[in-house]
């Protein structure tokens, strides 16, 4: 098992781990783009690779609110359900954390979706506890009608 930064080339495995396992609808044309934007000061991709195949990935970023010490936030964690319960997610979470500590960041945050009971047992015997309980909103800015100037 190896885990590194993530490359453009991971792209199609990312796309594939998000759609397959977390149901995502999504364009490897993005995952690439996203991933040569990706600013170094305050995120960073890591992949698992076993066999030279990409089977999980996690993106982290610096996360920074008015009101709390900086925290690295996990936007995305996926293990491809034929590597679960290998350690491949135990080793994504642990080098994100590492990644913070090279930082000088001392706290950890992720948001789990309601349904995944199975990632939040895993989560909690990762150490991380349950904060708070939150209902996320969105609001599509192009489907608005007479939103036009």
Known sequence: M????????????ICKISSDDLGYKCDVELVSRRLMDLDDRREAVFVVEIDNIVVGYIHAEVYNVLYYESMVNILGIAVSSDYRRCGVG????????????????????LNSGGARKEAHAFYRAMGYDTEKEQIRFIKNLTSLKGNQM
């Open 2 to 13: 190896i885990i590194r930064k993530a490359n453009v080339q991971d792209a199609p495995a």
């Open 90 to 109: 135990r080793l994504l979470l642990e080098n994100a954390e590492n990644w913070a500590k090279e930082l000088g960041i001392n706290m950890v945050r």
